[in-house]
């Protein structure tokens, strides 16, 4: 079945660690995203890829970074420099550009030691 | 700024009665809203879609309804069961744009038997 796979469920970082989330999908989806989700709130954009080799930051990506080089990947790094890094993420894909409903993984949720 | 919000943050109902979870959304140009299921621990599952050109859609249990004049638009569940219970997000693109899509802070449906 097609699909995207976020790994691992849970994630735990030591102050000053840097730890890279796994997102990848089979379902030769053009573009991957990166939404960040606190309780009791909606989703915020972290980070957004249309191509390979190329993305953009979305409105929260201070302290993150990714990387996008094969179509199906689009691995999210949290850096120490993220103070507040405790939240679930959450990768989504969409077939295209141009208006398109996004399909989510069933996400991370990183937690501080 | 651009902005998409639920107006109801819980919504209790009982097993076999309907829902309608409503949003509204700011004077921001979008074309495209779609309404997204979350269960527990779990990733953001597409439900329904409607563009701008039209004022309702059906689904399988679900119809979305969408006034342009005052900006907000609704989801319809008939005949709640208790697996309809998780919380609902709309979702837009803003702008005109298709990177971007803002998402409002969730209404949490409970079904009671």
Not at chain 2, 3 to 22: A, C, F, R, Y
Not at chain 2, 41 to 50: C, L, N, S, T, Y
Not at chain 2, 85 to 91: E, G, L, N, T
Request: net charge neutral; charged share 20%; glycine share 10%.
């Amino acid at each position: 079945d097609g699909g995207i796979t976020q790994s691992p469920k849970y994630l735990f970082r030591k102050e000053g660690q840097n730890v890279t989330l796994s997102c990848e999908q089979n379902l030769n989806h053009d573009a991957m995203y990166w939404y960040r989700q606190d309780p009791g709130q909606g989703l915020r954009l972290i980070y957004y890829s249309q191509i390979v080799n190329d993305f953009q930051k979305g409105d929260i990506a201070e302290g993150y970074s990714v990387s996008r080089e094969k179509k199906e990947s689009f691995p999210l790094t949290v850096t120490s420099a993220q103070k507040n890094p405790t939240a679930f993420y959450l990768c989504a894909s969409t077939l295209g550009t141009g208006g398109q409903p996004q399909h989510f993984g069933d996400g991370t949720r990183l937690s501080i030691l | 700024g651009e902005s998409v919000g639920l107006h109801l943050p819980t919504l209790s109902v009982q097993e076999g009665d309907n829902s309608i979870i409503n949003c509204a959304y700011s004077n921001s140009a979008s074309d495209y809203f779609i309404w997204y299921k979350q269960e527990s621990g779990k990733g953001p599952q597409f439900i329904i879609d409607i563009r701008s050109n039209m004022d309702k859609r059906q689904g399988q249990r679900v119809t979305v309804l969408l006034n342009k004049t005052v900006k907000h638009l609704s989801l319809q569940i008939a005949a709640t069961q208790p697996g309809d219970s998780a919380v609902y997000f709309c979702a837009g693109f803003l702008n005109g744009g298709y990177n971007k899509l803002i998402f409002g802070a969730g209404t949490r449906l409970a079904v009671h038997p």
